[in-house]
């Protein structure tokens, strides 16, 4: 099944919830994601992440682990998973907050700022979740790893296979972002500086080269974004 369902995506009605539903289990593959969860501790009783959950499972994750917020780092999108997550952190009283980040592409500079000025003003607990919670997942519990003064060896433990991120793919540029950082500074130099001062999403993006067996693997047998 891919065709696109169509619902109003408030489901105020029954219909549009059950069609919201079908999309989701069929088109946005959340089949799956009824018994994979890829669900970690990022910052123990303050950040945690996974994939993109379903009403179920983000009810129990928002009342076992005080979930105040919710990032949702697909950005806002016309599917049933989006249409259920945003009807479920409504009735729980969550705040969700929409910051897109690429997988497969160089981390946008002006992103990671703003997420670095957002980050303080966060209501904690926070759940962030892409869509399979192995890459932007990755790149962004990295990134707060390091807002929260871990070492570099330690932030990018975030982006590993046990989590379903392969460095080999075209995903491996969030590697390549941060071991670029490390190469140049040795990990001494404040990383929001050199991401401002120093880092050029151009020159990441000509440098870095994916295997394309790997691609394949996470772009068409997975169906990652």
Known sequence: ???????????????????????SLFIDHSIFRLVWTNFHTVIPNKVYRCNHPT????????????IKTIINLRGKRDCGSDALSRHTAKELEVTLLDLPFESRGAPH?????N???LYPTLAFPILIHCKSGADRAG????????????TIEKA??????KFGHFKQAKT????????DYYQQTKGQSDFLKWVQDEYHE????????????????????????
């Open 109 to 113: 500079k002006d992103r990671i700022l």
């Open 139 to 150: 790149l962004v519990s990295t990134l707060i790893a390091l807002f929260e003064n871990q």
């Open 1 to 23: 099944m891919s065709k696109k369902i169509s619902f109003d995506p408030s489901l105020s009605r029954p219909s549009d919830r059950y069609k919201a539903w079908i999309d």
């Open 55 to 66: 009403p179920g499972r983000l009810q129990k994750i928002v009342q076992q682990y005080h």
């Open 156 to 161: 990018i433990e975030q982006l590993s296979w």
């Open 202 to 225: 151009d020159i990441l993006r000509k440098k870095f080269q994916h295997k394309k067996l790997s691609s394949f693997i996470t772009d068409k047998i997975l169906h990652r974004e």
């Open 115 to 117: 997420l670095a000025r």
């Open 172 to 179: 491996g540029i969030l590697d390549q972002f941060f071991i």
